[in-house]
């Protein structure tokens, strides 16, 4: 069979220059968080009045309740409320991670908006925690192929599942058309271990009750036959109409993105990268650039705290 060539798609992202030109200025990324926090207007949250008084502050506008004084700027409540960054950098920092396919480490994005490598770390975090949140909203659901990923150096002794490695589990929901099977949307979570209680866990936080789950027959997976109809393949793993292929490409693509941009990476926060990789992929046909899509997320997840992020 003739090797099936994807068609050309158009990019969909933002360019830097464009981006700089929606977003070059306080005020223009004061403007972005206002439309973002109230797209219906403004609105007082104590109160629920819609009119306000604006100051200028030191640092961001400040926007007064008329009715019962309550006082408010657009950062509040956002993911970049405390952040002594101005929002021009911050905003960079979005576009660099959201619409850079491979990436962005600490080192580079300190050199590309001039701050701190501690600082440009802890902005990569608390930014891999709103994609984390934003996700989470969603299951995958129908036609789903599901197999594991190893992640880490090389180890002697033990291969595979039985290795010291870094486990993860990756599902990819896809549609058939016209005899290939084309990748929807992707789901990835870092796993302790193949027991049925972690595969059901998985399942049950991200994939849809009755969806049809294909796999590579490795018994655990029958522990989701109760709500899911599990299937178990003998194709092989290269066959370039099984959608086996298409779940081992995923992994391919993000040891990749770890090896090239992170040279290699820990278990302690490695769940942030697997929720970036899978965050850009899920928008990728989206008509709004994921950068947009983030900075919405960054105001629809709220405020967390450094130290209080978990990865």
């Known amino acids: 069979m003739a090797r099936y060539k994807k068609a050309y798609r ?21 403007q972005a ?6 797209p219906k207007g403004y609105m007082c949250p104590r109160c629920g009045n819609k009119t306000y008084y604006k100051t200028i502050s030191r640092r961001h506008s400040l926007l007064e309740c008329q009715a019962c004084g309550h006082q408010e700027s657009p950062t509040n409540g956002t993911a970049f409320e405390n952040s002594k960054l101005p929002l021009v950098k911050i905003f960079l920092a979005c576009f660099f991670l959201a619409e850079t396919k491979s990436s962005v480490s600490a080192v580079l994005l300190a050199q590309y908006i001039s701050i701190s490598v ?9 930014l891999r925690t709103i994609m984390i949140e934003a996700d989470s909203h969603y299951k995958l659901s129908g036609n789903i192929v599901i197999d594991e990923g190893f992640f880490g150096a090389p180890k002697s002794g033990k291969r595979g599942r039985g290795s010291g490695k870094i486990k993860a589990l990756f599902a990819v929901q896809y549609q058939p058309h ?15 271990d193949f027991t049925g ?7 049950d936080e991200k994939i849809t009750s009755g969806s049809v789950l294909l796999s590579d027959g490795f018994p655990t997976y029958n522990s989701l036959s109760k709500n899911y109809t599990v299937i ?5 793993p290269d066959d370039e109409t099984s959608p086996l292929k298409l779940v081992h490409l995923f992994i391919s693509n993000a040891k990749a993105m770890f090896q090239g941009t992170f040279h290699g990476l820990g278990a302690k926060r490695v769940q942030g990268y697997f929720s970036e990789f899978t965050y850009r992929f899920n928008r990728r046909d989206s008509k709004t650039p994921v950068v947009e899509h983030l900075l ?6 709220g405020y967390t705290n450094v130290p209080a992020l978990c990865i």
């Open 10 to 30: 158009p990019l969909s992202g933002m360019s830097l220059i464009e981006f700089q030109t929606k977003y070059g200025t306080e005020e223009a990324c004061e």
């Open 33 to 38: 968080l206002f439309r973002h926090k109230w």
């Open 118 to 126: 501690k600082t440009a770390r802890n902005l990569l975090r608390k």
């Open 178 to 192: 016209k005899g290939h099977n084309i990748p929807m949307f992707l789901s990835v979570m870092k796993i302790p």
């Open 197 to 203: 209680g972690t595969f059901k866990a998985f399942a």
């Open 232 to 236: 178990s393949t003998t194709d092989a």
């Open 296 to 301: 919405r997320s960054c105001v629809k997840e």
